[in-house]
């Protein structure tokens, strides 16, 4: 089960949001450099304040409606004809950009161990690496959880909430990351055993 179950309830209520968008001018590579950029922002500026804890609080801010804008350019590439072969290219390598800015900055902070913020910001890339993969096996894309785009959003936003609202770190809260990168570790697993799994198309 993942989030990413809910996308479709998620683009029915920004489907008008989206069509005045489109008839504004706006495109979906604005959108996709739009959430790339503002995330790289968020991620420099609490990592440039840690270790206090208040600025983690934008993390929690900026995740829902990062979700939104990239639900958001996708809608304006497919419903929209905007589709492109930049844009997936900036699709996907923005989304790669967007976690690591925004994970980047627990590493500052005690008494997450450095290494495992990078282990977890690796493994989030390998994620979105094994999902984008589908396809050249001959199989779709791959959005499976348990710790895909949406459930990392909503992970180190709820962490993000605890620290900015003054929960306590206490030295065992250091085994979540090692929890969270099981989890990624185990997303990739289950991306590339369901791509195997399905019947293969146009394999290269």
Excluded at 74 to 79: D, N, T, V, Y
């Amino acid at each position: 089960m993942t989030i990413y179950a809910l996308k479709p309830r998620f683009q029915a209520l920004l489907r008008p949001l989206a069509a005045a968008l489109a008839r504004g001018g706006i495109t979906a590579n604005q959108i996709t450099v739009a959430a790339c950029v503002i995330s790289v922002a968020v991620g420099a500026f609490v990592a440039s304040r840690a270790p206090f804890h208040t600025p983690f609080l934008l993390i929690p801010l900026w995740m829902p409606m990062r979700m939104a804008l990239n639900a958001l350019d996708g809608m304006l590439a497919r419903e929209f004809g905007q589709q492109s072969r930049l844009g997936a290219f900036l699709n996907e390598l923005g989304d790669v950009v967007a976690d690591a800015a925004l994970i980047m900055p627990f590493a500052l902070l005690p008494p997450f161990a450095p290494g495992w913020v990078v282990a977890a910001i690796l493994l989030a890339t390998l994620t979105e690496f094994a999902g984008v993969l589908g396809p050249l096996a001959g199989a779709s894309r791959r959005y499976d959880g348990p710790m895909g785009k949406s459930d990392r959003a909503f992970a180190f936003g709820a962490l993000g909430l605890w620290i900015g609202a003054g929960g306590l770190l206490p030295d065992w809260s250091a085994l979540v990351m090692p929890a969270l990168c099981a989890l990624l570790a185990l997303t990739v697993v289950n991306r590339v055993r369901r791509a195997l799994a399905e019947p293969a198309r146009t394999a290269r």
